[in-house]
């Protein structure tokens, strides 16, 4: 395995295991927490789902890094096929929703869609299309009220199933809706387009990164002393719910910082058979994702002689302890899966059943 590629791999084994904490803890957790194991778990919110974003449009950009070298007819092959996996993901994701409503894989179906038509395009486009889907949402808050559709005492959103309900969700407030959540995929295409092998592109990333992750977290901090408006701390302060512009950059240069990261610490570790282990288990993030939140939930649930109801707020909140001590079960059986699985396969059980069916 490359180098650049380990480190890729790594990233995304990092974003599962934190989508397995927040996950679990959304579920048979308490949010509100604010014991120092609670707020522990509560730092992986928004960070995780938002790299696994990133880190999806970083895979497109990768598997099409070759531009110069493409003919017509390469690129328009190379397109049919993100669309035609964009498609599949649609699918599945909409079928698992009926099971796990804060599903995001029919999403990513959207977010790919969009970036196939953008793929071959300049990078400084996609930034440029990044900045478009944060101000179209917040256009869109001003127009229609964020809690439309929603139960909030249930996490449930009321009219999914509705023409208009199923648009405004997609679209607008649902758990990770193309504006402005296609952003954090259009700065995965540009990333994905940057030398990594370079150190100047880590330490760049990673600096940027940092002094916005900085920026907004002083800004946050200092507005606890400024006489503000409810309505103006809240948005200053937002978590995931709704993802409005300090949210956004929060987790936008989180993301950068992680990554630049885990591709600096991979020139050293790359030959390690445990960091192998961890990048194939990167590999595998969609047999990973839907392994969580379905037969992990069921025995996550049967361990407290309880049922999953589908409904998030449903189950009384176990200690933060115990959700943490899970996760951490869950990704070692993952690793160990994804290595005993990749000694004969190159791609886990879903990723083959994606690329059988599209190529």
Excluded: C
Excluded at 96 to 108: G, N, T, V
Excluded at 119 to 144: E, G, N, Q, S, V
């Amino acid at each position: 395995m490359k180098k650049r590629i380990i480190g890729f791999d790594l990233a995304r084994a990092y974003a599962i295991f934190g989508m397995f904490i927040v996950n679990f803890n959304m579920v048979f957790g308490n949010h509100d927490d604010t014991s120092l194991p609670g707020k522990l778990l509560v730092l992986f919110s928004g960070h995780s789902s938002t790299v696994f974003v990133i880190l999806a449009g970083m895979g497109v950009a990768l598997m099409t890094n070759r531009i110069q070298d493409y003919t017509y007819e390469d690129r328009k092959k190379l397109r049919k096929t993100i669309l035609e996996r964009a498609l599949f993901l649609f699918v599945f994701g909409m079928l698992f929703y009926q099971w796990w409503p804060a599903d995001i894989l029919h999403l990513y179906g959207g977010y790919m869609s969009i970036g196939a038509m953008l793929i071959f395009m300049d990078k400084k486009y996609y930034l440029i299309a990044a900045a478009i889907a944060i101000a179209i949402f917040h256009l869109l808050l001003l127009l229609i009220p964020f809690e439309t559709g929603w139960n909030f005492e249930t996490l449930e959103y009321t009219d999914f199933r509705t023409v208009s309900g199923f648009l405004r969700n997609t679209f607008y407030n649902g758990w990770n809706p193309i504006f402005p959540w296609f952003a954090y995929f259009a700065v995965g295409l540009y990333l994905g387009r940057l030398d990594w092998s370079l150190k100047q592109t880590q330490q760049k990333m990673f600096g940027i990164g940092l002094a916005v992750y900085i920026g907004i977290e002083g800004f946050r901090y200092a507005s606890t002393f400024m006489n503000l408006s409810a309505e103006t701390r809240e948005f200053i302060n937002a978590d995931y719910i709704p993802p409005v512009l300090p949210f956004i950059l929060n987790t936008m240069s989180f993301g950068m910082m992680l990554i630049a990261g885990f591709m600096f610490v991979s020139q050293y570790i790359s030959e390690k058979t445990w960091a192998q282990d961890l990048a194939r288990t990167g590999q595998m993030t969609l047999t990973h994702y839907v392994s969580h939140l379905s037969m992990d939930l069921v025995l996550f649930a049967l361990f407290q002689e309880n049922g999953y109801t589908g409904i998030m707020t449903a189950q009384k909140p176990l200690s933060p302890v115990y959700i943490l001590l899970y996760s951490v079960i869950f990704f070692v059986v993952s690793v160990y899966f994804s290595k005993l699985w990749g000694r004969k396969y190159k791609q886990g059980p879903l990723e083959m059943l994606m690329r059988k069916i599209t190529g």
